[in-house]
């Protein structure tokens, strides 16, 4: 979606399960350690609830389980981890999302040309790199045209 404020885009609540069960894939992770972790990754808007909700879903599709982690101070939480379904299901997307990468930079390169069809303007290279390209610097250090 498009925020228009800002123009960012929030990726999509499907697309948060990859990311979900790589990074269960490198440790075991409690739902908010989760959570943080998925923001760093970009995901900034991840409601606590849908987390969960998602987590209990996956355990029951068994990619992932979870055990009561009673140690520590406070409450018991749940501790998640991957199953080995999952690590099968995450190579399989994985394989997806490579194949879609190479879909978004064929768009990339038409949208470039777009660009530069479209808007005379739109220049890729920096207008420092053209100040610098037209002078060039002799051997003894001095600038020539």
Do not use: C
């Not at 990311?19 to 992770?29: A, C, E, G, P, V």
């Not at 969960?52 to 409450?75: A, C, I, M």
């Not at 890729?124 to 610098?132: F, G, L, Q, S």
């Amino acid at each position: 979606m498009v925020n228009q404020d800002n123009q960012s885009v929030n990726p999509s609540k499907n697309f948060v399960l990859p990311f979900i069960l790589l990074l269960l894939s490198r440790m075991s992770l409690h739902g908010y350690e989760l959570s943080q972790k998925l923001q760093a990754f970009g995901f900034k808007t991840i409601d606590q609830g849908n987390l969960y909700r998602l987590l209990r879903q996956l355990e029951k599709e068994e990619l992932v389980s979870s055990e009561w982690d009673t140690n520590g101070s406070g409450p018991a939480k749940r501790r998640y981890s991957i199953t080995k379904a999952g690590i099968t299901y995450l190579k399989g997307y994985a394989n997806q999302l490579e194949s879609y990468q190479s879909m978004l930079d064929q768009f990339f390169k038409m949208y470039s040309s777009f660009l530069e069809l479209y808007i005379p303007s739109f220049q890729k290279r920096d207008p420092i790199e053209n100040v610098n390209s037209k002078k060039r610097r002799k051997d003894d250090g001095t600038e020539k045209e």
